[in-house]
């Protein structure tokens, strides 16, 4: 387990807010691991309370915790970094999503595939609907790169933090792979 993640004394949750080229990001972790990132847009102060109510704990804003997410995340922005390298608390996730997810960092660096593409590699090749639903719930955005996941004409498609960012990640991953 990455040593930034450990809860704090008295907290089951902890977390940080970052600056990012996409706006604040609010990182919450536990002692499994990175429990969720979310984007400025979804509303930060909801989303540490919806924290709290579904996983019983305090929450903790956190000045020395989550060092190694930021560096990470610090490192992917700036286009040296193509895959992440933490623990995910995934308590959250279960079955179809998990299967969805769980291929979702298998999809390279600089790449996409389409949300048929994605349900077909986890066994389910009906269901590119419900791949977009777990792309679209996907607790760990960036970590978890569903945004390399494209409708089947290639066009991006939805994202969280809107179609720009989506754009953006993809412009940032495409300029940034290594020669």
């Not at 604040?24 to 540490?48: K, P, Q, T, Y």
């Not at 569903?146 to 989506?166: E, Q």
Request: with cysteine.
């Amino acid at each position: 387990m990455d040593a930034g993640i450990e809860a704090a004394a008295g907290a089951d949750i902890s977390c940080r807010i970052l600056d990012s080229p996409l706006g604040a990001l609010l990182v919450a972790g536990s002692s499994r691991g990175i429990l969720r990132i979310a984007f400025e847009c979804e509303g930060i102060d909801a989303v540490m309370q919806s924290l709290g109510a579904e996983s019983g704990p305090r929450v903790l804003k956190s000045a020395g915790l989550l060092d190694s997410v930021e560096r990470q995340l610090e490192q992917y922005f700036a286009g040296a970094l193509t895959r992440f390298d933490v623990e995910l608390d995934e308590r959250a996730s279960t079955g179809f999503r998990r299967d969805v997810l769980g291929h979702l960092i298998e999809i390279p660096y600089g790449s996409t595939r389409s949300y048929g593409e994605v349900a077909v590699a986890v066994g389910r090749p009906r269901a590119s609907r419900a791949a977009g639903t777990a792309c679209a719930t996907n607790p760990w955005p960036l970590i978890v790169p569903c945004h390399r996941v494209v409708r089947s004409d290639g066009s991006i498609g939805s994202y969280l933090a809107g179609p720009p960012a989506k754009r953006y990640l993809l412009d940032l991953e495409t300029a940034s792979i290594p020669q």
